[in-house]
């Protein structure tokens, strides 16, 4: 198995906090992935990183920022929360292989929710 | 832009009973590979398998078997004689042939196998 952990793998929060999600990993892979799952949309990229400071957007990356200052940790941070983002948020990395296969695996996820 | 459709939102089936999941993708480029994941009701994403543009071979692996066709952009799965521990929630995804490597997800389709 890869070696992905998220954390906090359960949050309730208010709407206007801020959030942070950590997502941790041991295979030193170079490209990191924040998905989100919704009931009917599947899983939507939030944003992704390809190196150490380097990240970029997603398809629905409103409303949230990320940074990734080690190889290992990839933070997704939810400036103030809101109710539609309230949603299960998955963690992936990639191996960095140049004939990429595009393989992803993933963490547990992290179900968040905010009244 | 890249798109993947699973049309079938639910599926029930009793056990032993056969059950084939549709996936059908749009995309513009000539090398891609196509996913599919499982995700049981303990949450995590199970990678199941990956095909690659350039191979139309169906692939059988115990009762599970899949069936790629380039003509009509469809990758499904089959399942044959289904079982209770197949309930799950299935994801058909395609990968991109860009930088980000990133994977585009179908929104899920829901089987539930009965007893």
């Known amino acids: 198995d890869a070696g992905i952990t998220q954390s906090p793998r359960h949050k309730v929060t208010e709407t206007g906090t801020p959030v942070t999600l950590r997502c941790h990993q041991t295979?030193?892979?170079?490209?990191m992935y924040w998905y989100r799952q919704d009931p009917g949309h599947g899983l939507r990229l939030i944003h992704y990183?390809?190196?150490?400071?380097?990240?970029d957007k997603g398809e629905v990356s409103d409303g949230y920022s990320v940074s990734r200052s080690k190889t290992e940790d990839f933070l997704l941070t939810l400036e103030s929360a809101t109710s539609s983002q309230t949603s299960v948020y998955f963690c992936?990395?990639?191996?960095?292989?140049?004939?990429?296969?595009?393989?992803?695996?993933f963490g547990e996820g992290s179900r968040l929710t905010v009244l | 832009a890249q798109k993947v459709t699973q049309a079938q939102t639910e599926i029930s089936v009793v056990e032993k009973e056969d059950v084939t999941l549709d996936c059908v993708y749009e995309?513009?480029?000539?090398?891609?590979?196509l996913f599919w994941y499982k995700q049981p009701p303990s949450g995590e994403l199970v990678f199941l398998i990956r095909?690659?543009?350039?191979?139309?071979q169906n692939e059988i692996s115990g009762r599970y078997s899949w069936n790629f066709q380039k003509s009509t952009s469809s990758f499904n799965f089959t399942i044959t004689a289904s079982q209770v521990v197949d309930s799950a929630v299935y994801f058909c995804?395609?990968?991109?042939?860009?930088?980000?490597?990133?994977?585009?997800f179908g929104s899920g389709t829901r089987l539930q196998v009965q007893p």
């Open positions: 992936a990395i990639s191996e960095s292989r140049r004939l990429n296969t595009g393989e992803l695996f």
């Open positions: 095909r690659n543009s350039f191979d139309e």
């Open positions: 995309t513009r480029d000539t090398t891609y590979y």
């Open positions: 295979e030193n892979h170079r490209y």
């Open positions: 990183s390809y190196g150490v400071k380097d990240t």
């Open positions: 995804a395609l990968s991109e042939d860009t930088g980000r490597r990133a994977l585009t």
